[in-house]
């Protein structure tokens, strides 16, 4: 079994569209996130979600929302897909706020043209 | 918040080197600091972590030292294989305050030659 399992794993799409990718863990962890992967690799933390409260990064644009149907799914949707938003996303859970070891999905590659 | 610093962002090396990879926080409040190694294509997986109330530990050929007085902590992988080419991580996570939230460094693109 998947223990984060994210959808789609490939996503290509044009400027100015709404896109949604999903993940869900089989973990029972309580905490899920959302990193941005650019093309130069750095991970870069979008979303922290832990018992419903949710930590944002600033630097995130407002066009990118979590939604959280429970603990399991930690989905995240974009609005107005700008060329940048081009990376892969990956989704990861842990079974505490600072207990240790992320689990990783395997990533959503997004391409905007 | 937390932030950290690693380096090189590339090492190459011939097979059977040692290599050593280096990262820095700024966070004192942090106390979990784990390493992924992420392959071409694939998900960041942990490879060894330390916590710190301890200096170092190993796993076969590959340790982690934490100088918490500094605040750094360096990744040795001895006997380099070329299957231990990838991208390795460091980062660091802080033990109180509103959130904890993982923080990692930019990266380190590992090659080892055969």
């Known amino acids: 079994d998947t223990a984060v399992s994210q959808t789609p794993k490939y996503l290509v799409t044009q400027m100015g569209n709404d896109k949604s990718i999903k993940c869900e863990q089989n973990l029972g962890h309580d905490t899920m996130y959302w990193y941005k992967q650019d093309s130069k690799k750095f991970l870069k933390i979008m979303f922290s979600y832990n018992n419903k409260e949710l930590i944002i990064n600033e630097t995130v644009p407002n066009r990118f929302s979590p939604k959280s149907p429970d603990k399991a799914h930690l989905n995240l949707h974009i609005n107005s897909l700008e060329l940048g938003d081009s990376a892969v996303y990956f989704c990861?859970?842990?079974?505490?706020?600072?207990?240790?070891?992320?689990?990783f999905g395997e990533g959503s590659r997004l391409t905007v043209l | 918040g937390e932030n950290v610093e690693q380096h090189p962002s590339t090492l190459s090396v011939q097979e059977g080197d040692s290599a050593v990879i280096k990262c820095t926080y700024s966070?004192?409040?942090?106390?979990?600091f784990p390493w992924y190694k992420q392959e071409l294509g694939k998900r960041p997986q942990l490879i060894i972590d330390?916590?710190?109330?301890?200096g170092e530990k190993k796993d076969q050929r590959i340790a982690v030292t934490l100088n918490k007085t500094a605040k750094h902590f360096s990744l040795h992988i001895t006997e380099t294989q070329p299957e231990d080419s990838a991208v390795y991580f460091c980062?660091?996570?802080?033990?109180?305050?509103?959130?904890?939230?993982?923080?990692f460094g930019r990266g380190t693109s590992l090659i080892v030659h055969p």
């Open positions: 966070d004192s409040a942090s106390n979990y």
């Open positions: 330390i916590r710190s109330n301890v």
């Open positions: 980062a660091a996570l802080p033990r109180s305050g509103g959130s904890y939230i993982p923080t």
């Open positions: 990861a859970s842990n079974p505490g706020l600072n207990t240790g070891e992320l689990f």
